[in-house]
């Protein structure tokens, strides 16, 4: 993932950033003049389906680059992708080597040996177009489309969390490990809140509406989101539930869900930038369906404890005319294990050494 991620940023820091012309973001928008909002028998929008929000758009944008892209930057991203995927979809030698130890390459490219075949990825092929502008990052607030810089308070706990890891090490106990390991979350922000895309795959989501319910199920550890529509009493400060306690409203077309109560569990293990966050923090997520295969997702978050300023952005969520199967994550899930019983073999072998 990180690689994957690198690489994007890395060739679409290399470009001039500029805007699109109003011809081509109409066109890039898909909407359609004759289109009516569907809406619940209850009178709201009917946001119900499969959605995605997978993109080749990183969360924060390359330095030198302006929020919007430019046709030929356009043009230049998804060419690289096209590439990166023609190229780890070659089928691997069954004569190749043993890989060497520590190889990280996550796509069978350039005579990697230590990767996927890209058939077992969907990072994403084409740049997030929002409002029918191609967008260079999902991050849109602050204006330069980076996440804030960390308080004090958050520095010391990313270096607290640093220095715990260091001691105990990665590979300690099963605690140890991230939650998406262990089946208990989706991998990055996948699940949210706020929902971001994890740029591996499975960037997949079905919801389901009631008149005092919304039900967002991801397809990555099949995380399943309920959010309560009202202003009901908050949970207590210590329960914190995976996901958070969060609750809709409806104001206009939009529906609005506030989210508290993340569990620092989660927010340490699974953001994308550690630590993830404080007890503090809080986000506001806003869905506004704006044409047949488009859902606008907004987010805010706001956590004083851990960066200096709030942070936000943008993510076109697009219909997923697809089915979304079980994602049974602890069935045949050996990795856990294995990665436990080998760093135990790396003590005996240091053991035996020292002795």
Known sequence: MGYRASLLALCAATLVAGPVSLSAAQAASGASADWVMPRTPAGHPDLQGNWT??????IQRPEGQGPVLTPDQVAAIEGMRERIVEAGAVA???DRPPPEAGGTNPVCIDGATTCYNYVYWDAGDRVAIYNGEPR???????ANGQIPPLTPAGAKQAAALQNFSTVLGDYDHPESRPLAERCFMSYGSNAGPPMLPNY???NNYTIVQTPDHILIMTEMVHDARIIRIGSGPRLPEHIRPWMGDSWGHWEGDTLVIETTNLPLAQLNKH???YPGGSEQMSVVERLTRVDENTINYEFTVTDPGTYTAPWGGEVPMKALNDLIYEYACHEGNYALGNVLSGARYQERVEAQNRN
């Open 271 to 273: 953001s994308y930038i």
């Open 92 to 94: 691997s030698d069954p």
């Open 136 to 142: 260079s990052s999902l991050i849109t607030n602050p």
């Open 53 to 58: 929000n997978v993109t080749a758009t990183p």
């Open 200 to 202: 591996a795959y499975n």
